[in-house]
């Protein structure tokens, strides 16, 4: 069975930097673009990265923005997420999606991935 998994999560001190990876295992599967989303206990689930494979562009939230670096392997259907200067904030399961869907797309938009990981746990301590 193709799936998404996720790898790379932990528990970490704040200012620590944590890499996480994604992968399609169990078979192939045209992905048009993969990102990562976050959700924190009791929160919605919040876009945080996304790279689309056709322009090979970039996208990262704001919230995140200059401490983690997505990128990714189009050839290897492999998106990563560099997480630097981590804080108790960004303590939350990291999921990885992808979209099989050729075309532009709201990329900050949850219901636009079509395959989604289990998440992998990241947790920041102060």
């Known amino acids: 069975q193709v799936q998404l998994a996720e790898s790379g999560g932990g528990s970490v001190q704040a200012g620590a930097s944590l890499r996480l990876s994604c992968e399609v295992s169990?078979?192939?599967?045209?992905?048009?673009?993969m990102a990562w989303f976050r959700q924190a206990p009791g929160k919605a689930r919040d876009w945080i990265a996304t790279?689309?494979?056709?322009?090979?562009?970039?996208n990262v939230a704001d919230s995140v923005k200059g401490r983690f670096t997505i990128s990714g392997d189009n050839a290897k259907n492999a998106v990563y997420l560099q997480m630097d200067s981590l804080k108790p904030d960004d303590t939350a399961v990291y999921y990885c999606?992808?979209?099989?869907?050729?075309?532009?797309?709201?990329?900050?938009?949850?219901?636009?991935?079509?395959?989604w990981g289990q998440g992998t746990q990241v947790t920041v301590s102060s």
């Open positions: 999606a992808a979209r099989i869907v050729p075309g532009g797309f709201d990329f900050w938009r949850s219901g636009m991935y079509d395959r």
């Open positions: 790279v689309t494979w056709g322009r090979s562009t970039t």
């Open positions: 169990g078979g192939t599967l045209k992905t048009f673009g």
